[in-house]
């Protein structure tokens, strides 16, 4: 970071909406496994998680928003690790979900 505020709070904004979005798509069914409810059989929720990560593009690459919300260009390589770190509330979920499925037989 290089001590770049900006982009470190840019970095923090962008990490914390994903993790919503991850925890969102978990948030569908306590025990039931997101691959077998099918991502798709919630039309609504995925429009609004489109519209959220749309909203976050627009946030951290045009340049009026970025001067209004003190935002950043963020890399590819950034965004990656983003959706790498944010994913893991997702993954961590499912886990806990087969653990319980386990458990419970």
Known sequence: LNGDLRKAQTLGFTTMAMFQVCNAINCRSRTTLVFKLGLNT?????????????????????????????????SL????????????????????????SKIKR
Request: charged share 10%.
């Open 42 to 74: 919630n039309k609504y929720l995925l429009l609004g998680i489109a519209t959220s990560i749309l909203l976050q593009l627009l946030a951290t690459f045009l340049h009026p928003l970025q001067i209004a919300l003190g935002t950043v260009t963020l």
């Open 77 to 100: 390589w950034e965004w990656a690790t983003i959706f790498l770190i944010s994913s893991s509330v997702f993954f961590a979920d499912e886990l806990r979900k087969i653990v319980r």
